[in-house]
């Protein structure tokens, strides 16, 4: 079976409605584990005491935040390559998401900020990138909420999406190519001098499992929303045709 298929939306309302239930209890296990498994069992950290422990929440929305735009851009290409309409819907049911993990990312970092900084919020590389992402996922909604038509709509919001992936990918190597920002480096790293200590790693991981697995479920649940507001759409204006 091609995975084309799933582009059609019968099929695509199937799968999702399959895949929901165990992605939701998946996604709630690991979430569960990673959090008091960082949060109660993993020590303090020699320089950065308990605040290290924001880690579990900080790196994973931080991630998601970038990844999620990142989806959203294929997800485009898609549409405005081969013009398959559950592509486009699952962007657009992604952009909340995407948000709400940028918000929760700027929130933690400044808690995490303010000891270690002096302050909660200073104009480092990452984090004015990470901002500008921000207001690209605000404009990106607000497109899709003024223009009326939904294919016009569409194009326009998948070409502000190609914009905007500069800046997610800003946000993601800002560290790496201005080394005079106060933002550390990265958690994870194949650089085993860099990388964290195992102890906070491994919860981490599991927390990372979570946010992904619940991004997913969400982004099959909202999608599915979309696809029916499409439908519900269309037969009201055959109604007010007739």
């Not at 084309?4 to 979430?31: H, K, Q, T, V």
């Not at 909660?120 to 038509?149: M, Q």
């Not at 994870?188 to 001098?193: F, G, P, T, V």
Request: proline share 4%; with cysteine.
């Amino acid at each position: 079976m091609s995975f084309w298929e799933y582009a059609n939306p019968r099929r695509f309302m199937g799968l999702s409605d399959r895949l929901m239930p165990p992605l939701f209890l998946l996604s709630g296990i690991c979430l569960a584990v990673g959090l008091i498994w960082g949060f109660f069992f993993t020590p303090d950290d020699f320089r950065q005491g308990s605040t290290v422990k924001i880690i579990y929440l900080h790196v994973p929305s931080a991630m998601m935040a970038i990844n999620v735009w990142i989806m959203m851009l294929v997800t485009s290409l898609v549409w405005l390559i081969r013009r398959h309409h559950v592509s486009v819907l699952a962007a657009k049911a992604a952009a909340p998401i995407g948000i709400t993990m940028t918000l929760m990312a700027l929130f933690t970092g400044a808690i995490w900020g303010q000891p270690m900084w002096g302050t909660f919020w200073a104009w480092d590389p990452r984090l004015t990138s990470f901002l500008i992402l921000f207001l690209f996922y605000l404009g990106y909604v607000a497109l899709w909420s003024a223009i009326e038509d939904p294919d016009t709509a569409a194009d326009l919001t998948s070409i502000l999406c190609l914009v905007g992936s500069v800046f997610a990918l800003l946000s993601r190597y800002a560290v790496n190519f201005w080394n005079q920002g106060l933002h550390q480096g990265a958690s994870l790293s194949l650089d085993a001098e860099e990388n964290i200590s195992d102890v906070f790693w491994f919860p981490l991981l599991v927390c990372i499992t979570g946010f992904v697995l619940l991004f997913v479920a969400l982004v099959l649940l909202r999608t599915r929303t979309e696809i029916r507001s499409r439908r519900l759409h269309a037969i009201s204006l055959r109604e007010r045709a007739a």
